[in-house]
């Protein structure tokens, strides 16, 4: 079955470490996105990525890199820079360019990440 | 800037009817979608629309007004597993970029028995 698998479910780290969430589509989808999602907030979109190796900042990029070496990986890597780390990560794809139409996003599970 | 709106909280009971309503202010727009999120699990799409009308699918109905900036999600017979967050979402050009989505803070909809 095709998927988007986001892992680990979740994940604890001590405040000054680096972290990567992994993020793998079995889509064949050329787009792929980060949201971050707090209590109370809409998902705010963190870095994004149209086709392979080449991506774009969202709205929330301070503190956080990515890669996108292969069309199916995304990874996320929370740095220490990264003021608020703790929240709820969803990794999502999507078709893009003129195929995109009513082409929904696809979420993968999320990683909720705990940063002490 | 942009902007989506949408109650925070509703609730209702089992059987009825409901209306989650969304207002949005963007800087283009490319469609709206709906998504329904279970807590602590991924949003799932529920709806798309581009056009102004009703889309209509099974249970869940939803309409659009782009002149109004507007539209809403209707959920008929509801059931006690409708008890999730709604997310309202637009598609805006952004950075150059087709496709990106804005999205509301969600609508946390409670089904009573």
């Known amino acids: 079955d095709g998927g988007i698998t986001q892992s680990p479910k979740y994940l604890f780290r001590k405040e000054g470490q680096n972290v990567t969430l992994s993020c793998e589509q079995n889509?064949?989808?050329?787009?792929m996105y980060w949201y971050r999602q707090d209590p109370g907030q809409g998902l705010r979109l963190i870095y994004y990525s149209q086709i392979v190796n080449d991506f774009q900042k969202g709205d929330i990029a301070e503190g956080y890199s990515v890669s996108r070496e292969k069309k199916e990986s995304f990874p996320l890597t929370v740095t220490s820079a990264q003021k608020n780390p703790t929240a709820f990560y969803l990794c999502a794809s999507s078709t893009s360019g003129i195929l995109l139409g009513n082409s929904p996003l696809h979420f993968g599970n999320g990683t909720r990440l705990t940063v002490t | 800037g942009q902007n989506i709106d949408q109650p925070t909280e509703m609730t209702a009971t089992e059987g009825a009817i409901v209306q989650i309503n969304c207002t949005y202010q963007?800087?283009?727009?490319?469609?709206l979608f709906w998504y329904q999120q279970h807590a602590g699990e991924a949003p799932t799409f529920l709806s798309y629309n581009v056009l102004d009308g009703l889309e209509e699918k099974g249970r869940f109905s939803s309409f659009l007004s782009r002149s109004k900036g507007y539209s809403y999600l209707l959920l008929k017979e509801l059931q006690m597993k409708d008890s999730a967050s709604y997310l309202c979402?637009?598609?805006?050009?952004?950075?150059?970029?087709?496709?990106?989505?804005?999205f509301g803070k969600g609508t946390k909809l409670s089904v009573k028995p």
């Open positions: 889509l064949n989808h050329d787009a």
């Open positions: 963007t800087s283009g727009f490319n469609g």
């Open positions: 979402a637009v598609r805006v050009n952004y950075g150059g970029s087709q496709g990106n989505l804005i």
